[in-house]
Nanobody, 116 residues
Framework: QVQLVESGGGSVQPGGSLRLSCIASGFIFSNYMMTWYRQAPGKEREFVAGITSVGENTNYADTVKGRFTISRDNAKNTVYLEMNSLKPEDTAVYYC?????????WGQGTQVTVSP
C-alpha cells in the first residue's frame, strides 16, 4: 500500500532554515507528481509546492516563492522541501501528498515551528 513518511521538522528562529524529507513506498515513485501541503492551527490545509514526476517542473504558493525549494531524488523515492528565511507564519504541520489510484494519499506530517 502507499506509504509516505515525512521527517525533518523542528523548531527554529525566524530567518532560519529546515529541510523536510518525504520517503515514499507502495507505488512507482518516478511516475507521479508529488506535492507538499501545510496546515496551521485553526486553518485549512494549503498547498505549498509541487514537482512533476522527473522534476522538470515545479510550482509554489506565492507565500513561499523565493524562500522554499522543492526537489526529488527518484533513486531514493524521496521528495524534499528546502525552507529558508523562515517566518513565524510558516509554523504548521507539513504533509507530502500523492494522487494514486484516483485518490489522495497523505503522510502523517512533520511539525515546523518558527518562533523567536
Amino acid at each position: 500500500q502507499v506509504q509516505l513518511v515525512e521527517s525533518g521538522g523542528g523548531s527554529v528562529q525566524p530567518g532560519g532554515s529546515l529541510r523536510l524529507s518525504c520517503i515514499a513506498s507502495g507505488f512507482i515513485f518516478s511516475n507521479y507528481m508529488m506535492t507538499w501541503y501545510r496546515q496551521a492551527p485553526g486553518k485549512e490545509r494549503e498547498f505549498v509546492a509541487g514537482i512533476t514526476s522527473v522534476g522538470e517542473n515545479t510550482n509554489y504558493a506565492d507565500t513561499v516563492k523565493g524562500r522554499f525549494t522543492i526537489s526529488r531524488d527518484n533513486a531514493k523515492n524521496t521528495v524534499y522541501l528546502e525552507m529558508n528565511s523562515l517566518k513565524p507564519e510558516d509554523t504548521a504541520v507539513y504533509y507530502c501528498r500523492v494522487i494514486y489510484g484516483s485518490r489522495a494519499h497523505w503522510g502523517q506530517g512533520t511539525q515546523v515551528t518558527v518562533s523567536p
